[in-house]
């Protein structure tokens, strides 16, 4: 699932905690896949297109994680793509969600945590010196915070989201390394 957005894994695993491969009824039918009769799927937000061009709005759109499917047998460790620490799969993810985070992200040296989100500046500071993997939990579990705080504005208290924003970025860490 790394190829969502940070608010689409949220959305993803706050509508099924145990989804691990979650594609759209085009993509399941492209490798000889098909959602089950009476499948729920998984609602997720998507751009929208028209004439392949993006339109700059965004729509709802399902998605069907594997145990909602039938037909042809799949290695499912072949679809799930792990990202290791210094790949450029793993340098790319994190340019993605740098790119479309909601709040600006700036590293630095001289924080005394590895990452932290900063309300009254609205601003995820990263420290310069960690790992492509630190670097990326960094990210998803201070983008939670932002989230958090985007959704509940002047009564935002980063205490009250520490367990959302930690069981998503669990959430999200056990389905990209294991």
Same mark, same amino acid.
């Given at each position: ?137 960094? %990210?998803? %579990? ?37």
């Amino acid at each position: 699932m790394y190829n969502y957005s940070h608010n689409n894994k949220e959305r993803i695993l706050s509508q099924n905690p145990s989804a691990s491969v979650a594609l759209s009824k085009t993509k399941w039918r492209e490798i000889g896949r098909f959602p089950k009769q009476g499948a729920k799927g998984i609602m997720i937000i998507m751009p929208e297109y028209k004439d392949s061009n993006r339109t700059g709005n965004f729509i709802d759109a399902q998605v069907y994680d594997i145990s909602e499917t039938y037909g042809k047998d799949i290695d499912k460790s072949s679809l799930n793509f792990k990202l290791k620490n210094g790949t450029p799969e793993i340098k790319s993810e994190i340019d993605r969600m740098k790119s479309t985070s909601t709040v600006p992200i700036e590293t630095k040296s001289d924080i005394d945590t590895d990452a932290y989100y900063n309300y009254e500046d609205r601003t995820i500071y990263i420290r310069d010196d960690l790992s492509d993997t630190d670097t990326y939990k960094a %990210l998803v %579990l201070e983008q939670s915070y932002a989230n958090a705080h985007s959704q509940h504005g002047d009564n935002y208290i980063r205490g009250n989201n520490r367990l959302t924003a930690e069981s998503t970025a669990y959430m999200i860490a056990l389905k990209i390394w294991y």
